[in-house]
């Protein structure tokens, strides 16, 4: 009875933990469950773990591994236990647990954040466990799903020790800033998002202090705990960056709104730079904007970062999504009904049908696969060409409207 009562109380947790196993096995079927043999992410990773063991000056040989040496560790322990292809379906089958966690620790930053209505949850977790994006980080075996478990682990963690204004030990910090630092070395490009964590909480005037140099040493330390590779072989260092380069001049760089999109790349190194700059400014602004709280500090920076970050747009965008809806919290802290609470709220309903629409609107090729009758009809076609470009011109437009009105009801 205790168990179906519990059941009952998290039926709509469950629901939207299903979801992501649905995108996974739907691949799984689609591809009659031979999936192992392409030459996509989950290889490149693997066989950088197997390159460490047996060649390990030559990590950075090739040009698609550009992460840190700590990923290739991680890799070269699956070498040495499980076989390829055993190896890609436990991680294809993990990404969809990953999944599935990622959303039950939502589930409790929203519980923590005063977000009692369980229709009002449901409907945040339905909005991050339901993506074309989420589809295909799962068709590339991608580790950017456990690095989005990890970052909103220790977001959890931060929120909730604050709340019990809880002592901070030495403890805490290791343990936050190792598994931090990890998730670095798997999404380099996410490093200013993990600063903001790091240092959310430290003044201007804090930053000579002797805490705050404690804390600055203890992420040194731990980061070359976790990167002995570089202290071995610090001639790679060079290769990294280089791979890091590599990475948007070679492939193309693009914002998350233009893709899913037949527009040509921008293979510029000028906009490169000014993206950097950009995100850079802003993350800065955001470390010492003391009058946000971490979530929306976390929020602000994934919401910007769809629309000006060219590093790894695409397989960050479902992550990326998901924290951005942090920003929706204080909208949603009201006991009211839902429908009629979303109907007079009619920006935030515009905003959340643009968000649904972007995460799942077909690609391309299968609306033209399914539909070939669009490409006689120039409108249609263009409005398809261009169709992730307005949703995200809406969503931005309707979620700067919400941000700068100054009560949390519209």
Not at 60 to 87: D, E, G, K, R, T
Request: aromatic share 22%; glycine share 2%; proline share 3%.
């Amino acid at each position: 009875m205790l168990i179906l009562k519990l059941a009952k109380d998290k039926i709509y947790l469950i629901i939207a933990c299903i979801c992501p196993f649905i995108w996974g096995f739907y691949w799984l079927y689609y591809k009659n469950f031979i999936i192992y043999n392409r030459y996509w992410d989950f290889m490149i990773f693997y066989f950088a773990g197997m390159q460490l063991l047996t060649n390990p000056s030559q990590l950075y040989y090739n040009p698609y591994f550009y992460y840190l040496p700590s990923f290739a560790v991680f890799f070269a322990l699956y070498v040495l236990i499980f076989p390829y292809i055993m190896a890609y379906y436990i991680s294809y089958l993990a990404n969809m647990v990953f999944s599935a966690l990622f959303l039950r620790e939502l589930d409790k930053i929203l519980l923590l954040l005063n977000v009692k209505n369980k229709k009002f949850r449901f409907l945040l977790l339905l909005l991050a466990g339901n993506s074309w994006f989420l589809y295909f980080t799962f068709t590339f075996v991608q580790t950017k799903i456990f690095v989005g478990l990890v970052i909103i682990y220790v977001l959890r963690k931060e929120i909730q020790i604050n709340m019990e204004n809880t002592y901070k030990s030495s403890l805490y910090y290791i343990i936050q800033y190792s598994l931090l630092i990890f998730a670095v070395g798997m999404a380099p490009s996410l490093i200013l998002l993990l600063l903001i964590i790091f240092f959310h909480d430290i003044n201007f005037d804090d930053f000579l202090k002797r805490r705050t140099i404690k804390k600055f040493l203890l992420m040194i330390v731990i980061f070359l705990i976790q990167n002995f590779y570089f202290i071995f072989f610090p001639e790679t260092l060079l290769s990294f960056f280089e791979g890091i380069n590599w990475s948007s001049s070679h492939k193309g760089t693009r914002c998350c709104f233009f893709y899913q999109n037949p527009l040509p790349l921008l293979n510029n190194n000028y906009f490169t730079m000014v993206s950097t700059i950009m995100l850079l400014i802003f993350t800065i602004i955001l470390i010492f904007n003391k009058t946000f709280s971490i979530e929306r500090k976390i929020g602000s920076f994934s919401a910007f970062y769809l629309f000006f970050g060219v590093y790894n747009c695409f397989t960050l965008f479902h992550i990326l999504m998901s924290f951005s809806l942090l920003l929706y919290i204080p909208y949603f802290t009201k006991n009211d009904k839902l429908l009629r609470y979303i109907k007079n709220n009619k920006i935030l309903l515009i905003n959340l049908i643009a968000v649904g629409g972007i995460n799942l609107m077909p690609p391309f090729e299968t609306i033209m696969k399914y539909f070939p009758f669009i490409m006689s009809n120039i409108i249609l076609f263009y409005i398809i060409v261009l169709r992730y470009i307005i949703l995200f011109l809406i969503y931005g437009f309707t979620l700067l409207l919400l941000l700068i009105k100054k009560e949390k009801t519209l």
